[in-house]
């Protein structure tokens, strides 16, 4: 079955730095859309970065400047580049695949990120 597999999760100290890579299998990864999602305790998920299956990016407000977000078709993986990271970046980050021929919806397992001293 479909499967996206994350990692690179972890604990950073404010002002620190993390790659996360989800790693895609079982899906035509040049045809999704791809994204990143995270969740705190206590709050809905929201999307943090999304790239579309010809490139483009968009940011949340909250992430941009500090977050950047790649793909590497080649390789069917996505990449998050977070940099400045700040306590309240601190959430569960979920990799989502969406689109492909018939119009899919996929998410990965979650990988904890926490921003502390």
């Known amino acids: 079955q479909v499967q996206l597999v994350e990692s690179g999760g972890g604990l950073v100290q404010p002002g620190g730095s993390l790659r996360l890579s989800c790693a895609a299998s079982r899906i035509i990864f040049s045809m999704h859309d791809m994204g990143w999602y995270r969740q705190a305790p206590g709050n809905p998920r929201e999307l943090v970065a999304g790239i579309t299956s010809g490139g483009i990016t968009n940011y949340a407000d909250s992430v941009k400047g500090r977050f950047t977000l790649s793909r590497d078709n080649a390789k069917s993986t996505v990449y998050l580049q977070m940099n400045s990271l700040k306590p309240e970046d601190t959430a569960v980050y979920y990799c989502?695949?969406?689109?492909?021929?018939?119009?899919?919806?996929?998410w990965g397992q979650g990988t904890q990120v926490t921003v502390s001293s």
């Open positions: 989502n695949a969406r689109g492909g021929p018939f119009q899919s919806n996929y």
